[in-house]
């Protein structure tokens, strides 16, 4: 299920991601992660969510988010 529009899709049309950190990285095979759908890549909410689930401050959230984008 996106952590953002709350849609559930299949595994191969999400991002499975984890926070490490005060940082978001692709899944590493142990630990939570958490899943975004691509087109919620680009929604307004994303920073306020990823900044709650994986407790990071305003400053380093939008370097976060352009890392997922590139992803």
Known sequence: MCVVCRDRLSQAEMLR???KENDV???S???RSFYICKDCINDKKLDKIIQKICKIDKITI???I???KEM
């Open 29 to 31: 095979g142990m630990g």
């Open 62 to 64: 939008k370097t976060v």
């Open 66 to 68: 352009s890392k997922i």
């Open 17 to 19: 991601l984890q926070c």
């Open 25 to 27: 990285i692709k899944f």
